[in-house]
């Protein structure tokens, strides 16, 4: 079936340095993907996405990149601050279901 | 949390018992999602409604039930709880596809616990 795998699924910076988790997914026919930022006790709030007619898009401090042929994706965070500390998921999905397969998680310390 | 709230927070229910979650949203949006979050998988979707009345299956709709009467309001319904459905139950908006394309919102979520 459809499957999303996410990596790394624990990740530590140094405040100021930048992140990067990167996602593979199996379903070639999907074209839309979100990446969600969770913090504790709380649902996962939507940081920026990207469809599959654009290869990078950017808000901030925080980029995704996407690449069709390969069928991976990745999310970028620059300038890396205490409070971005959270978990952190990629998803993809065909867009006429809106059914989000998620990654497994990952797990951003960002160290002061 | 976008206008999206679930009932209850908690619960702690015992194993055979029936179970009812509640998800409400003020945005009049369309498409509704029951998710479950365990440890190590992510996110997996259980159900989803794409208007009152009609709802399809998601990944991992065995042993749960929804239904969906009314905009505002999607139910979700373990028919006979079992501790493997001990687990963080987040509900889900977003308008249709193609309108405001593909954004969902999650609320804060539901720990059920089955003893």
């Known amino acids: 079936g459809e499957n999303v795998e996410q990596h790394p699924s624990t990740l530590s910076v140094q405040e100021g340095d930048s992140a990067v988790i990167k996602c593979t997914y199996s379903d070639s026919a999907s074209n839309y993907f979100p990446w969600y930022k969770q913090e504790l006790g709380k649902g996962p709030q939507l940081i920026i996405d990207i469809r599959s007619n654009v290869g990078e898009k950017k808000d901030q401090r925080i980029a995704v990149t996407l690449n069709k042929t390969a069928k991976h994706f990745s999310l970028h965070i620059t300038e890396t601050q205490p409070e971005d500390s959270a978990v952190y998921f990629c998803?993809?999905?065909?867009?006429?279901?809106?059914?989000?397969?998620f990654g497994q998680g990952t797990t951003l310390q960002v160290k002061p | 949390d976008a206008g999206i709230t679930q009932s209850p927070r908690h619960k702690v229910t015992e194993t055979g018992t029936p179970v009812t979650l509640r998800c409400h949203q003020t945005e009049n949006h369309r498409y509704m999602y029951w998710y479950r979050q365990d440890p190590g998988h992510g996110l997996r979707l259980i159900h989803y409604?794409?208007?009152?009345?009609?709802?399809d299956k998601g990944e991992v709709s065995d042993g749960y039930s929804v239904s969906r009467s009314k905009t505002e309001d999607f139910l979700l319904t373990l028919e006979s709880a079992t501790s493997s459905q001990t687990s963080v139950y987040f509900c889900a908006i977003s308008e249709s596809p193609g309108m405001i394309p593909y954004e969902q919102y999650f609320g804060p979520g539901t720990r059920l616990t089955v003893t």
């Open positions: 998803a993809a999905s065909r867009s006429n279901t809106g059914k989000l397969i």
């Open positions: 409604s794409y208007g009152v009345k009609d709802t």
